[in-house]
């Protein structure tokens, strides 16, 4: 009976050639998980780095091996096509500068080097997952296999206290959004009997289906359950907070991957599953992604820590990229995962410069880290300076093509109106990424021992940190409690002395300055010579072959 039982059970066939970016991965993950739990201190801090970047090369090899298919697998869970790989090979880049970044951070030494390599790996593996899923029970897995290791990541730093409650809400909030896609996921196939993405479009296409209360309340938990994944407001509200407290590579790292994930099955589900109702949640989305610009961009004006206001300011380039899924156009999705591409170059830049400020000064990431660079580490401003500047969309960079490119999709595709907010958030953008620039070019370098504003203002007898130069308000994104958090912080930093991350006060850094210098690069050769980029994306509308 057994015999017969085993006979008559077929499982789906398995592409293993289609899956190996996925299998380098996954297999190195668990190659340096057991690697790192090797006696020799050597094996843990130099051999792990290592083959998690022989994993990662593997991985874009295999990726550019697989380039020109265009075939579902595991039984159509799965799409191997333009989309996902091109979306394979930008998580795979970041996750290359995330590792040179962490290389002697605090984190990876914390957590025992091999554990936090095998997360960052898994959480990659997850990524690659999601942006090849078109069938929704893909789509909840590959979200949680990016998730649980970006929880612990962001909690790696055990001695620091802010990144631990960095980890805590990340795991409380991320919780919830997938809480929230998973009921939404269930809604959709109450209503269409269906998981795969081509049968959800094809039950929607028939009869009124598209507009049925169950369906559209489906749609609408999904926008929300990926919105808090992308940052996008008003679900955005844990991300300048988790963006500060977690380490600066593990920041640099969630800045671009989950963003790439995020709007990468935004692309898939809603430009090819949902297309039938687009009339229905396209211009709530749009809604969404000019609130997002605006809070955005607000947020960010004034903030003194710079990851802080990076975090604001992903929140506002989620709503420019968001305008690319709106339009649900082959124009559209193509510049969506062009501003992706560069979004990662000028992401790497501004945190590689900032981690480096980090080990080398006692101010943190705060502005005034940034005074005088351009006079005593040119090598570190101009990258620095390339990456604001193609963040506010200035021309001769790689921003403003992005930008230049998600503006004429939404014109294209009948929201002027949009593209209009996306040129106005860039104009806002200005007044808190030129500080950043004037601060190294045009004031004169701080002194080492300059006490930072929180730090002053929580001294006893001193003002309150809501009192402090520069505090903002609640509705501008200021808070009393992050302004004592911040003053702890420096006071800890203070006393525990620059380089306390395992990197000399004033030793070389040659893996970050690296990243920063490569990312910068980047930043203005393809703001000038855009064209290798337009190429690599040139497929992915293709892709999605139901627009």
Known sequence: MTLLATATLKGPHVDFAALSPLIALLGGAAIVLLVGLLGSRWARAQ???????????????????????ERSI???ALKIDALSLTLNLI???GGVCT???AWRSLAAREAA????????LSSIGGMSLLAAAQNTVVVFLGLELLSIPLYVLCATELKREHSLESGLKYLIVGSVGSATLLYGLALIYGATSATDFSAIASALSNGSLATDPLTLTGIALCVAGLCFKASVAPFHQWTPDVYEGAPTPVTAFMAVATKVAALGVFLRLFDVALIEAHASWGPAVAALAAITIVVGNVGALGQSSLQRM??????????????????ASKLGAQATVFYLAVYLFMNMAAFATILARERETDLGDTVASMRGLGRTHPHLAWPMTLAMLG???IPATAGFMGKLYLIDASVSGGYTWLAVVIVIGSMISLGYYLPVIAAMWMVGEAPEDAPDTATAASAPGGPGPAAAEGALPALAGGSQELDEQAAASAADLAAAGPGDDGAPADGPQPEVVLVAIVAGAAILFFGIVPEPLFNLVHGVGSALGLL
């Open 47 to 69: 051999l792990v780095p290592a083959l998690s970047l022989v994993a990662l090369a593997a991985a874009a090899g295999l990726t550019i091996w697989q380039w020109n298919a």
């Open 74 to 76: 595991v039984a159509g």
């Open 91 to 93: 998580l795979v880049a």
């Open 99 to 101: 590792v040179l970044l």
């Open 113 to 120: 080097h091999g554990e936090w390599h095998a997360l960052l």
């Open 310 to 327: 990076l975090a604001y300011s992903s929140v506002a380039q989620a709503g420019y990229m968001l305008a690319g899924v709106v339009v």
């Open 391 to 393: 963040l506010a969309g």
